[in-house]
């Protein structure tokens, strides 16, 4: 509530600027001529010039953000005067902030002209950030293909889009090794106690390879779930299992997707059905596309012939 109070407050002060600035122009032909600035910087070598030439005809002071120490109000001229450009980091508002007709799309801007309309001066994000005292912009947003953190342990992953859908490209490894003559757990509520093999029973096989995980342990406990058919493979209520938060456990019939979207043969709805009943082999060349081409001599590898392997969907599948 407060961040959007102080949205609405940012708005109005523009408008207020861009009111008194036309004034300012109907006077003298021209608008204050400051080719950037933040109008409450610290230190501002402009405090008697530029945007300042307002006060005190004009307007009594100029307003400052809510958060002065993290944004400010920036202006913007050209060289001349004939055109000016104000903007506002708004925190929440960003309906408001991508719907004006600025170029930069975490900020509200205003142009010259009474309708905020004419030739515009284009500022970037990056440089409005830059202008901002103290401020750190967000991080750019998360697209799959990017690498993933799993932030219960700050290991990454490789991750790639197939149709629709977006897998991670490398084996998981989280929790705690325990050999391999041991069963798993199925409680998975800490890292410690979450229980993977490793190939050797040797932790370094598990940073190279990934680990090994019992159905049970990798469900943590919960019950399988087919999904609901073509139009939402996906479990009503996904199970995270041991994956990262915000990832789950594939479905049965999101791995009938997956199987589709590979797909090229033509008659890839009764190549793949949405049903549990089907079986024996499908398909054509669908794991070929799935697979890393990579032949045993190098490493990780598949023995040879490594027959269709073509990985042409970049998911690299290894043996297990």
């Known amino acids: 509530i407060r961040a959007k109070a102080r949205d609405a407050k940012r708005v109005e002060d523009l408008r207020q600027l861009q009111t008194a600035l036309e004034m300012y122009y109907s006077d ?30 004009y ?57 905020g309309s004419g030739s515009a001066i284009n500022i970037d994000n990056d440089t409005l950030a830059a202008a901002m005292p ?46 391999g003559a041991n069963n798993q757990g199925s409680d998975c509520p800490s890292v410690a106690e979450t229980e993977k093999y490793c190939y050797g029973d040797t932790e370094s096989s598990c940073t190279s390879d990934g680990a090994l995980y019992q159905w049970a342990q990798a469900m943590c406990g919960a019950a399988s779930c087919n999904g609901t058919g073509e139009s939402q493979p996906a479990c009503t209520t996904p199970v995270q299992g041991i994956c990262p938060n915000g990832w789950h456990i594939p479905s049965h019939y999101e791995y009938t997707a997956l199987e589709r979207a590979v797909c090229t043969s033509g008659t890839c709805a009764t190549d793949f059905p949405y049903d549990t009943s089907t079986t024996g082999w499908r398909g054509t060349n669908e794991g070929g596309k799935l697979k890393g081409t990579t032949i045993c001599g190098l490493y990780p590898c598949w023995n040879s012939p490594n027959e269709g392997a073509t990985n042409s969907s970049g998911f690299t599948a290894w043996a297990a």
């Open 59 to 115: 307007m009594g002071s100029l307003p400052k953000d809510p958060l002065p120490n993290k944004y400010c109000y920036y202006y913007q001229s050209d060289s001349i005067g004939a055109n000016f450009k104000l903007a506002a980091y708004l925190e929440k508002d960003t309906e408001k902030s991508q719907n004006d007709a600025g170029t930069a799309s975490s900020y509200y801007e205003v142009y010259q002209g009474p309708t």
């Open 134 to 179: 103290g401020y750190v912009p967000p991080p750019p947003s998360w697209a799959c293909g990017d690498t993933l953190t799993d932030d219960r342990d700050n290991k990454t992953y490789a991750t790639v889009l197939i149709g629709t859908q977006c897998w991670m490209a490398e084996h998981l490894n989280y929790g705690t090794m325990t050999a």
């Open 28 to 57: 003298y032909n021209h608008y204050p001529v400051w080719t950037s600035g933040c109008l409450n910087a610290s230190g501002s070598p402009l405090l008697s010039g530029g945007a300042y030439a307002l006060v005190p005809d």
